[in-house]
């Protein structure tokens, strides 16, 4: 990925009109190596990586989202609705006791986030997780385990709310 035009690309794309200029917004990442699907709509985001990204057909992505993380790639899904103010990073640093003011060594894990998964507003998506089909992140939510498919999770960290039960296709509340 070439850092300067994803420098370019993230300053450039800031100052375009954020309902317009999807078509754009799109060819510009494409240019830094991000594989963007048919009718995807990126609003004014923020890529910062050097991994893989991917982002599959018919997804939204809001205002102000921030996808980061180090080599790791980072899979995201058909038609996902990411909302505003989302941080997707797969990339941390392990902390050493010793001395805690420095970061440890790198850490960086894939984040996987199936078809059809709704992220709300102000959400953050953790390294390592994997966001299973038909999901949803309650606004607020910071993700740090896999949330598995047709679920809804919220909080912080972000713990199983309902469930839907596709033999019966209802929602069910989860008891805690």
């Not at 102000?64 to 989302?86: F, L, P």
Request: net charge positive; glycine share 10%.
């Amino acid at each position: 990925m070439n850092t300067f035009l994803l420098y370019l690309t993230n300053h450039f794309v800031k100052c375009l009109p954020s309902s317009r200029f999807f078509g754009l917004r799109r060819f510009l990442y494409s240019k830094c190596g991000v594989q963007i699907g048919k009718n995807t709509k990126l609003m004014n985001i923020r890529i910062s990586t050097a991994g893989q990204i991917i982002i599959g057909d018919n997804t939204f992505i809001g205002e102000n989202t921030y996808i980061t993380g180090g080599r790791c790639t980072i899979e995201i899904g058909k038609n996902c609705d990411i909302s505003h103010n989302v941080t997707i990073t797969s990339g941390t640093h392990e902390m050493e006791p010793e001395n805690i003011r420095m970061a440890g060594k790198d850490i960086c894990r894939k984040i996987k986030i199936d078809d059809g998964v709704w992220i709300g507003i102000g959400s953050i998506i953790l390294p390592g997780v994997i966001i299973g089909n038909k999901a949803v992140i309650a606004a607020g939510s910071v993700v740090t385990k896999d949330v598995p498919p047709y679920s809804i999770v919220g909080g912080n960290p972000a713990k199983i709310i309902k469930k839907y039960n596709t033999d019966e296709k209802k929602w069910e509340k989860i008891l805690r």
